[in-house]
């Protein structure tokens, strides 16, 4: 049930675009993406609800690919804040919530 | 706006002790509740999930189990913990609708 992501890590430079991937291999009701620092909680990013969906949060963006079950995050522009461990969350039937083994983005100056 | 207490923040317990991780949801009524456990340097399993009183779905077989008594409150126990029980143990709540999730500042918990 869990979602596989890609890449396991990832070192940016500020400035820098990075993209993560989560595939599933089970048919998704949404995907959802969190971000979460170290030793903090997981904090929301934004959802998807449909096919081919995209959304944006500042520089940061997703789409979703109902029919191939994926989602990706694309971060532009890095900037240091964007720094942390990086989940997708797929619910298959509205009310179950499966996390990708999730991604660890360090940016440095 | 959707608030959740989780208590202890922090414990240390021996092998073979009882726990009890208690989880209170403040906003929408009804709401859906999880348990999730995020190992050292791992991702964040799902244990529990609950859609209602006295309802809850275990998702991995453990020593652990989870009880709602009350609309708001959601429970983690165990009788006994075993060294592969610690971990960061965070409660979630999901909004309606879009059942975005909304977690609490988590409790660390290491069994010695």
């Known amino acids: 049930q869990q979602p596989v992501q890609s890449p396991q890590a990832v070192i940016l430079r500020e400035g820098e675009d990075a993209v993560i991937n989560c595939s599933s291999s089970?048919?998704?009701?949404?995907v959802h993406w969190y971000r979460q620092k170290h030793g903090e909680a997981p904090v929301f990013l934004m959802i998807l609800l449909k096919g081919g969906e995209q959304k944006g949060h500042e520089k940061i963006s997703a789409s979703f690919n109902e029919k191939k079950q994926q989602s990706s995050l694309y971060l532009t522009a890095s900037q240091l804040s964007y720094s942390g461990t990086y989940f997708c969350?797929?619910?298959?039937?509205?009310?179950?919530?499966?996390f990708g083994t999730g991604t660890s983005l360090t940016v440095i100056p | 706006s959707q608030t959740i207490h989780q208590w202890p923040a922090t414990l240390v317990q021996p092998v073979g002790s009882p726990l009890s991780l208690e989880c209170t949801v403040e906003g929408t009524s009804n709401p859906n509740l999880y348990w999730y456990r995020q190992a050292a340097g791992r991702g964040l399993q799902l244990l529990f999930y609950?859609?209602?009183?006295?309802?809850i779905s275990s998702e991995v077989p453990q020593n652990l189990s989870a009880s709602r008594p009350q609309d708001r409150q959601f429970i983690l126990s165990s009788k006994k913990l075993l060294l592969s029980d610690s971990g960061f143990y965070l409660c979630?709540?999901?909004?309606?609708?879009?059942?975005?999730?909304?977690f609490g500042a988590g409790s660390r918990l290491t069994v010695l």
């Open positions: 969350g797929t619910d298959p039937v509205g009310n179950q919530f499966y």
């Open positions: 979630a709540q999901g909004a309606s609708g879009a059942n975005v999730l909304t």
């Open positions: 609950s859609v209602g009183i006295g309802q």
């Open positions: 089970k048919a998704l009701y949404s």
